[in-house]
T-cell receptor, first 112, second 112 residues
Framework: DGGITQSPKYLFRKEGQNVTLSCEQN?????MYWYRQDPGQGLRLIYY???????QKGDIAEGYSVSREKKESFPLTVTSAQKNPTAFYLC???????????FGQGTRLTVV | QQQVKQSPQSLIVQKGGIPIINCAYE??????FPWYQQFPGKGPALLIA?????SEKKEGRFTISFNKSAKQFSLHIMDSQPGDSATYFC???????????FGTGTRLTIIP
């Protein structure tokens, strides 16, 4: 089945540690996205990528980094510079401009 | 900055009623306006989308109304059911830009 797979579903991190969230898609989509979801704040865009080896900052990129070495993969690293990393992270992809975006099931990150 | 403003934040409607969720945008370059539905612990899924060349679009019990001059669009759910209880997000993007911007979400509860 085609889709987007995020892993892990739950992740715990100690303060000061970097952590990488995985996002893989087999939909052959060019564009991929990372969003952060907090209660009452909707989905805020962290980074997005339109093609391999290219990505742009979203609205809240500080403290995060990404890479796009393969079309299928768009991992997100939450660095120790992110002051409040506890949140629900969603990865999405879409084929071309102004078409449906498909979302993964999300990763819930908790800093302990 | 918030380019898509969504209201209300939460909404309670009796079964069979017609909940209405509103969104307003600022960027006149936006030309794709989707609505997403999200259940707890899951990623959002596309419900219905509209482009600015039409003023209304219906898919089953869901209708989008679009007012280009006012820069507003809304979601109506006909004959609402308890299974429609979810969080709804509006979004917008423009053809020349892959960035997909979401509203803050509306938590809808349909009571029997």
């Amino acid at each position: 089945d085609g889709g987007i797979t995020q892993s892990p579903k739950y992740l715990f991190r100690k303060e000061g540690q970097n952590v990488t969230l995985s996002c893989e898609q087999n939909l052959n989509h060019d564009a991929m996205y990372w969003y952060r979801q907090d209660p009452g704040q909707g989905l805020r865009l962290i980074y997005y990528s339109q093609i391999v080896n290219d990505f742009q900052k979203g609205d809240i990129a500080e403290g995060y980094s990404v890479s796009r070495e393969k079309k299928e993969s768009f991992p997100l690293t939450v660095t120790s510079a992110q002051k409040n990393p506890t949140a629900f992270y969603l990865c999405a992809s879409r084929r071309t401009k102004n078409t449906e975006a498909f979302f993964g099931q999300g990763t819930r990150l908790t800093v302990v | 900055q918030q380019q898509v403003k969504q209201s209300p934040q939460s909404l309670i409607v009796q079964k069979g009623g017609i909940p209405i969720i509103n969104c307003a945008y600022e960027n006149t370059a936006f030309d794709y306006f989707p609505w997403y539905q999200q259940f707890p612990g899951k990623g959002p899924a596309l419900l219905i989308a509209i482009r600015p060349d039409v003023s209304e679009k219906k898919e089953g019990r869901f209708t989008i109304s679009f007012n280009k001059s006012a820069k507003q669009f809304s979601l109506h759910i006909m004959d609402s059911q308890p299974g429609d209880s979810a969080t709804y997000f509006c979004a917008a993007s423009s053809f020349g830009n892959e960035k997909l911007t979401f509203g803050t979400g509306t938590r809808l509860t349909i009571i029997p």
